[in-house]
């Protein structure tokens, strides 16, 4: 009947920790971002002898805190499961992250990916696709190019270098003026 999430539940929930996983102490975080939260009156916090439980600031919401902290409702079975292992990553779905960055995803481009899935490392398609977002060409064949572009020219130092041959050392020593140049 009443609306609440538990800390142990919050705590538990791998897509919510691994905002906090950057940081030493993620349980410290999640309890600081709450009680920011309960300061600005978003959510409504109370604590049981099984645990903390949270709820939205509604007002059905007030009306079961209220009832809770009188004792007229009693709650059971809360959650009090904590897990510490916070460092599970998420695999990375390139069709996923095509469809919600690029487009729809239609049997050609799918065809296209799993091509591209063949030939490149799956973070590389993926930055590619961030790429081709970072510069609003939204187009399998760009993402494409960047790919092929990364395979000849590779992508040690992370930079876009569009006109790589103009940074060729060999074009001073080669060439129609190679004559002229001393080594």
């Excluded at 691994?18 to 009156?41: D, I, R």
């Amino acid at each position: 009947y009443p609306r609440y999430v538990s800390f142990s539940e919050l705590a538990a929930n791998t897509s919510l920790m691994s905002n906090y996983k950057q940081t030493e102490e993620p349980l410290n975080e999640l309890t600081a971002a709450l009680k920011l939260a309960m300061e600005h009156k978003i959510i409504l916090g109370l604590s049981t002898e099984d645990g903390d439980i949270y709820f939205l600031n509604t007002e059905a919401d007030r009306q079961s805190a209220s009832k809770i902290k009188t004792g007229e409702l009693k709650i059971t079975g809360i959650n009090n499961v904590i897990d510490d292992t916070v460092d599970v990553e998420q695999p990375i779905n390139i069709f996923s992250l095509y469809e919600e960055n690029v487009g729809m995803l239609t049997p050609m481009i799918a065809e296209g990916l799993k091509d591209a899935l063949e030939l490149y490392p799956e973070t590389w398609i993926a930055d590619a696709i961030q790429e081709s977002v970072k510069q609003n060409i939204r187009k399998l064949s760009y993402i494409t190019a960047v790919l092929e572009r990364w395979g000849k020219e590779g992508r040690s130092d992370g930079t876009y270098r569009r006109h790589f041959e103009e940074d060729d050392p060999k074009k001073y020593t080669s060439g129609k003026y190679g004559k002229f140049v001393q080594h």
